[in-house]
């Protein structure tokens, strides 16, 4: 059983810069794959990105590729946590944005990972 808290997110304007990183512990956290999603009102959550463990095999949307930054560090084998650094920021990618994990990446990548953090507001202004 893992637990995934995030923390970030909040206002920025357009053109802007945004981090979200999201704490994930639990029994071998570091092996599981881990990722990003995010749901627009009146949209259905959507990939946003995901990285295998042993940060490998980074891979994006390709409405944020070379915009957004997906990262990983591990302290121990019990917890880990996942940035999502964000920049060039457009009131499109304004949305709630969930962090997500699976032991396997392939669940990540087709929207059904095993485990979800509570999500975080972001808001891009115009």
């Known amino acids: 059983q893992l637990q995934l808290v995030e923390s970030g997110g909040g206002l920025v304007q357009a053109g802007g810069s945004l981090s979200v990183s999201c704490e994930v512990s639990?029994?071998?956290?570091?092996?599981?794959?881990m990722g990003w999603f995010r749901q627009a009102p009146g949209k259905d959550r959507e990939f946003v990105a995901s990285?295998?463990?042993?940060?490998?095999?980074?891979?994006?949307?390709d409405a944020v590729k070379g915009r957004f930054t997906v990262s990983r560090d591990s302290r121990d084998s019990d917890k880990s946590t996942i940035y999502l650094q964000m920049s060039s920021l457009k009131p499109d990618d304004t949305a709630v944005y969930y962090c997500?994990?699976?032991?396997?990446?392939?669940?990540?990548?087709?929207?059904?990972?095993?485990?979800w953090g509570q999500g975080t507001q972001v808001t891009v202004s115009s």
């Open positions: 997500a994990a699976d032991p396997a990446i392939l669940s990540l990548l087709r929207g059904r990972p095993k485990y």
């Open positions: 639990g029994r071998a956290a570091v092996a599981y794959a």
């Open positions: 990285l295998a463990w042993r940060n490998v095999d980074g891979r994006y949307a």
